[in-house]
């Protein structure tokens, strides 16, 4: 096999992975599907010296989750057969929730947490409850139980449930 | 030029760090569960930011210096967090106009923050303005509350301004580090008071009593109110008592 293709696979392969390491704060969404891998960067095949840069970026500033998912992406990628790892954290640009894929969104849709809506950039009542899409719902607090969520209430179901907010 | 730099990192880090520490202690003592998680949250948020602008003054420094030993390791006279942020908490009224002082005062700052030169505070600036947009619109909602809210909430408030205001007049005051990056935090003011002044106004509370008060100054050099060594004292104690702990 040609070095190219062996690095076109090789990167491919991590793609893949950060399908399966999940947010463990949202478990339903996939780095990808969050879209803070912002680049990956094959040095070196595992089956030669196995370098590997990748790049993520943070939701929010304080965001407790990002240690972990540094960590994880560490230990699946020794796992792979890579040596040297490097996990860069980019400021610049700054993540945002148009980087949300849109299996994501209907991920959390199906979750019970309502996805970012460009039409409510600010939490505000109305956004349609995940449970029973009923638009007659009341915002709580701009801030829910992690740093990207707001929390509302359905008016008509009851249920109270989290916004991922814009960002 | 690079020691100026250092330390105007290091002051916005510390700001954001002594704040944060501050709020931390409502934690599990809100009002309400929802204003606990909110107050909780927006701590989150500054002691991220502090984290980012700590990476940076460690890599400024050089050495062995890194975001922990900064945060852990520095005496009160190394700190230069504005005097604001080591206020007590008080009453909830004194914790929400402080956060809606500074949070006002961090918008107009990491506004001018991302036309800065220097990319890596430009790219902290921009990523830390969209979570204090939302620590703006919340403190000044509990504001608006407490100031035409109730007689005893509006004390409150009333007492919780007289107590803060003195300390306002520094953050527009240029330290000598912000002198040498050519940076005038004087030009800041005036939106700041325009923002500050509508949502007060909005509340029935006026400044006039307080236009020409005296201002304190000190900690963006590092000279400090007796506060900050109490806070430090918690805040580092882990560090000080076992060196080097982690887990
Ligand atoms: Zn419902």
């Known amino acids: 096999m040609n070095a190219t293709l062996l690095h076109t696979e090789a990167t491919a392969a991590c793609w893949k992975l950060m399908d399966q390491i999940c947010d463990p704060e949202v478990p339903v969404l996939s780095l990808n599907d969050l879209g803070i891998v912002r680049a990956i960067a094959v040095k070196s095949p595992p089956s030669e010296a196995g370098i590997i840069d990748i790049t993520i970026t943070a939701t929010y500033s304080g965001c407790p989750a990002m240690d972990w998912i540094a960590n994880t992406i560490k230990i699946e990628l020794r796992a792979m057969g890579y040596q040297s790892i490097t996990v860069n954290h980019a400021i610049s640009p700054a993540w945002t929730t148009d980087w949300m894929s849109e299996q994501g969104k209907e991920k959390l849709k199906e979750y019970g947490i309502a996805p970012p809506e460009k039409r409510f950039s600010i939490p505000t009542d109305g956004i349609p409850c995940p449970q029973c899409k009923s638009e007659h719902t009341r915002l709580l607090s701009e801030f829910g139980s992690t740093s990207c969520k707001a929390l509302l209430q359905c008016q008509d179901c009851g249920e109270p449930f989290d916004y991922f907010k814009c960002h | ?247």
């Not at chain 2, 330390?7 to 009002?31: E, F, K, V």
């Not at chain 2, 009333?158 to 580090?177: I, R, S």
């Open chain 2, 1 to 247: 030029m690079q020691q100026a730099l250092l330390d105007y990192t290091l002051y916005l880090a510390d700001s954001a760090l002594i704040l944060g520490q501050r709020n931390s202690a409502w934690c599990g003592h809100g009002p309400v569960l929802e204003q606990d998680i909110a107050i909780t949250n927006i701590t989150l948020d500054l002691i991220g930011q502090s984290r980012s602008l700590y990476q940076y003054a460690a890599q400024l420094n050089g050495g062995d210096a890194t975001e922990d030993t900064l945060a852990y390791l520095r005496s009160e006279r190394e700190y230069k967090n504005c005097l604001l942020a080591e206020r007590p908490n008080g009453d909830w009224a004194q914790t929400i106009l402080r956060q809606f002082l500074f949070s006002c005062f961090q918008r107009e700052l990491y506004t001018q923050l991302t036309k800065e030169k220097d990319t890596t505070l430009a790219a902290i600036a921009t990523k830390s303005l969209k979570e204090v947009t939302y620590h703006c619109r919340w403190s000044g909602e509990w504001v608006l509350r407490l100031g035409d809210g109730t007689a005893e909430s509006h004390t409150r408030l009333v007492t919780a301004l007289e107590n803060l205001w003195p300390y306002t007049g520094e953050l527009f005051k240029a330290a000598d580090y912000e002198l040498a990056m050519g940076l005038d935090p004087a030009a800041l003011q005036t939106n700041w008071l325009a923002a500050v002044q509508s949502t007060l106004e909005e509340a029935t509370l006026s400044l006039a009593s307080l236009a020409s008060c005296f201002m304190h100054v000190g900690g963006k050099k590092g000279v400090h109110t007796e506060e900050l060594g109490y806070i430090l004292t918690d805040l580092q104690y882990m560090q000080r008592a076992y060196p080097g702990c982690d887990w």
